[in-house]
């Protein structure tokens, strides 16, 4: 669907990068690790409930999309105890249950990428009430290298970390569909937004310049807590 912009064979490529410890492999490494992505490459046998990769020395990370289902299976275990109202977050993936106790929608707000300050860490803010909300952002985890951004959501056909844009939000009925989609960061708005209106949920972008990009269905939700450049 994302025309493997969220690639789960990405593994050999975020081993090679340590954000962390502000390591960046050289050209000749990120190609070596490069051939082994490739999700054509997984082979899936449901009758059998056995995964087998072609390549060899290939991996799967599901770090892109594990949190999201995670909140999906708690959120299963909540309405199984009768609990209708609350927010679950869990690294960044977050779910509006129900509504407030008072019957008003929950408020959650979206970072600005590029904060400066206290007063404008909240860029827009969105009322919500039974659905699922993820962003993916280039503030993250990242490091600032010869005025060069480094960050941790690497662009699978390239090797490197993906310059289309700051941050990336998703908001639709589950946190699978959310996380997952998340990495439309990798694509950018141009072609983000085209598969957000394909597969029927909200996006937001804020490119690297503060301009936010959002699909239609957002447009009378979002209430701007700063004033960038919208368009």
Known sequence: ???????????????????????????????????????????????????????????????????????????????????????????????????????????????????????????????????????SGDYMQYFIKDGVRYHHLLDPKTGYPAKQCGSATIIANDNTTTDGFSKLFILGPGKGLAVAKEEGFDVLFIDCKGHIVMSDGLKDKLKLAALPTAR
Not at 2 to 9: I, L, M, S, Y
Not at 37 to 64: H, P, R, W
């Open 1 to 135: 669907m994302t025309d493997g912009a969220f690639d789960v064979t990405v593994g050999p490529l975020v081993k090679l990068w340590d954000i962390k410890h502000i390591v960046i492999p050289s050209k000749e490494q990120i190609e070596e690790k490069q051939r082994l992505v490739g999700y054509k490459n997984i082979i899936i046998d449901e009758k059998n409930s056995t995964v087998f990769i072609k390549l060899k020395g290939a991996q799967i990370d599901l770090g892109g999309i594990i949190k999201g289902y995670a909140v999906d299976k708690i959120v299963q275990v909540l309405r199984q105890h009768s609990i209708k109202s609350g927010v679950i977050s869990v690294g960044g993936e977050i779910r509006a249950l129900g509504k407030k106790p008072d019957g008003t929608l929950w408020t959650i707000g979206i970072q600005n990428p590029r904060q400066k300050g206290k007063d404008d860490k909240v860029i827009a803010t969105v009322e919500l009430s039974d659905k699922a909300f993820s962003t």
